[in-house]
C-alpha cells in the first residue's frame, strides 16, 4: 500500500519535505498552498544568505540542520545548476565592548563545526571589506549568498518529477482525522490522507486549531524591512557584513548583504507586526489574535525598550542609515532606497519567550513545524531528513 502524505504549505521547507518523502519513502505526495506560486511568502523575502552556522546554540536542532543543511543546499544547487555564490561573511565588533561577545561567537561558530572560522583586528577586517570599520571581526569565508525562490520552484519541478503533485490556490480550510485518514478540505476539494504535514509559517496557528493542536507556542509575526544600496555605493561592500548579534534575540541585527544578482540589501530590522502577512504597511487585520496570545504583552514588557528603538528605525530613514554608517561609513541617506520586506514567523512562548530553536510536533496523524524561522530556507533540507525520520511510517 502506497502512503499518501499531504503537506500544506509551498514554502521551502513544504517543498523540501515533500520531495523527501517522496524519493526517500516512496510515499504519494500532495502539496497544498493557498497562494498562485510557490515560495511566495518567507521563503520569497529574505536576505538570501546560506547560514555557515555561527549563531546557534551548540547541541541545538538549529546547530545541527544548519550543517547539514548547508552541506545538502550546496549539493543540491550544484546539481541542478542554481546559483550559489561562497561571498563569506565578517561579523563586526565596533566597540571594545563587543569583543568578548564576539570572542564567544567564535568559539560558538568552531563548536558547531563551522569551517574556516578567523579572528580579525581593525586592519585584517579592512582587508576582507576595504570599506568596512570596526575594532575586530569574525570572518567565515564560506557564508554564501542563494537563490531560495528559484531552489524553491526546482523542489516543486522534482516532486512532480517524484509522482507527487502541488496544488497551488488550494488554502486548506479544514481537517479532522477520521477512521485512521486525515480529511482536508483546501479551496473547494477534500482530500485523504495517512499522514499530514503542516509546514503554513505564518498560517501556522490557523491551520494548527484546524488540527485540532493549537499548542503551547504561537507565531507571533515581526516585520523585516530593507532598503537597498544604489548606484556606485553597492562597490562598498564585497560580501555580508554583520554586527555583533544582541543574545537575548534571534534576530541577527540590521546587516548589509550581497545578493546572487549583485544588489546589495540592508536590513531587516524586527518590528512586531499585527497581521500576519503585513506586507502593505502598518495592517491590524490579525490584531486580536496576536495581542491575544498571553506570551505577546510578556514579551512587549520584557522588550519595550528593543521594540521602541526597532519601531523608529522603521519609520525615520535616517536611524536606519546611522545603523548602517556604523559598518560602512561612506554610506550616506541618498545610496539608501526602500526594497521589499518580508515577515517572520517567529513563534513566542507563553510566558513571552521569543522561542529559539525550530520546532517540531507530532500529534496523531499531523506533524506540524511549529517554529521555522532563520535559518530555516538554509537547514530547509536537513530539516525534511529530520521530519522524514519522525513522520511514523505506515504499519506494511
Ligand atoms: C526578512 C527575513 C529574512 C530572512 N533571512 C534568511 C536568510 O538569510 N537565510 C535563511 O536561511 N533564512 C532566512 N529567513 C528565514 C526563512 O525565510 C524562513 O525560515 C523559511 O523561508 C521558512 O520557510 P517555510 O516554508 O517554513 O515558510 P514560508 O516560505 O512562509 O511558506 C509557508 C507557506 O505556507 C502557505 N500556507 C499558509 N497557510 C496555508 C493554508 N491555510 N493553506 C495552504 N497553504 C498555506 C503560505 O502561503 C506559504 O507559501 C528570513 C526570513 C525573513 C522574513
Request: proline letters at 5%; aromatic letters at 6%.
Amino acid at each position: 500500500m502506497t502512503e499518501k502524505i499531504g503537506i500544506v504549505g509551498a514554502g521551502i521547507v513544504g517543498l523540501a519535505v515533500a520531495r523527501e518523502l517522496a524519493a526517500a519513502r516512496g510515499a504519494e505526495v500532495t502539496v497544498l498552498e493557498k497562494e498562485e506560486r510557490v515560495g511566495v511568502h518567507q521563503t520569497g523575502h529574505n536576505s538570501g544568505v546560506v547560514h555557515a552556522g555561527i549563531y546557534y546554540q551548540p547541541g541545538s536542532l538549529k546547530a545541527r540542520l544548519c550543517r547539514e543543511g548547508v552541506a545538502l543546499l550546496k549539493e543540491y544547487c550544484a546539481a541542478h545548476g542554481l546559483p550559489y555564490d561562497e561571498v563569506g561573511k565578517l561579523v563586526v565588533a565596533s566597540t571594545r565592548a563587543e569583543r568578548p561577545q564576539l570572542r564567544a561567537l567564535a568559539e560558538r561558530a568552531r563548536a558547531n563545526g563551522v569551517p574556516g572560522i578567523a579572528e580579525l583586528d581593525a586592519l585584517g577586517l579592512r582587508e576582507i571589506e576595504p570599506h568596512a570599520v570596526g575594532v575586530a571581526a569574525v570572518h567565515s569565508p564560506h557564508t554564501a549568498v542563494c537563490d531560495f525562490p528559484a531552489v524553491a520552484r526546482r523542489l516543486a519541478q522534482d516532486v512532480a518529477e517524484l509522482g507527487g503533485s502541488v496544488h497551488l490556490s488550494h488554502p486548506v480550510r479544514a481537517i479532522r482525522e477520521r477512521a485512521g485518514r486525515v480529511e482536508v478540505l483546501a479551496g473547494r476539494r477534500g482530500f485523504a490522507f495517512d499522514r499530514l504535514v503542516v509546514c503554513a509559517g505564518l498560517g501556522t496557528d490557523a491551520v494548527a486549531r484546524m488540527a485540532g493542536a493549537p499548542g503551547e507556542v504561537r507565531i507571533v509575526p515581526f516585520k523585516g524591512e530593507f532598503y537597498a544600496l544604489q548606484g556606485a555605493a553597492r562597490n562598498l561592500v564585497r560580501g555580508l557584513i554583520y554586527p555583533v548579534p544582541d543574545p537575548r534575540y534571534p534576530f541577527l541585527g540590521v546587516h548589509l548583504t550581497r545578493q546572487i544578482g549583485g544588489e546589495v540589501l540592508v536590513g531587516p530590522n524586527a518590528v512586531l507586526a499585527l497581521a500576519y502577512e503585513a506586507y502593505d504597511g502598518r495592517g491590524f487585520r490579525d490584531a486580536g489574535r496576536i495581542l491575544g496570545w498571553p506570551g505577546t504583552l510578556r514579551m512587549a514588557r520584557t522588550h519595550w525598550r528593543t521594540g521602541i528603538r526597532e519601531t523608529y528605525g522603521s519609520l525615520v530613514k535616517g536611524a536606519f542609515v546611522r545603523g548602517a554608517r556604523r559598518y560602512v561609513p561612506e554610506l550616506t541617506a541618498a545610496d539608501l532606497v526602500r526594497a521589499p520586506g518580508g515577515v517572520r514567523a517567529q513563534a513566542v512562548a507563553r510566558d513571552g519567550r521569543l522561542v529559539d530553536d525550530f520546532v517540531v510536533d507530532v500529534q496523531g496523524r499531523v506533524v506540524l513545524v511549529r517554529n521555522a524561522p532563520s535559518p530555516a530556507a538554509t537547514s530547509s533540507l536537513a530539516i525534511a531528513r529530520h521530519i522524514a525520520g519522525i513522520v511514523p511510517a505506515l504499519v506494511r
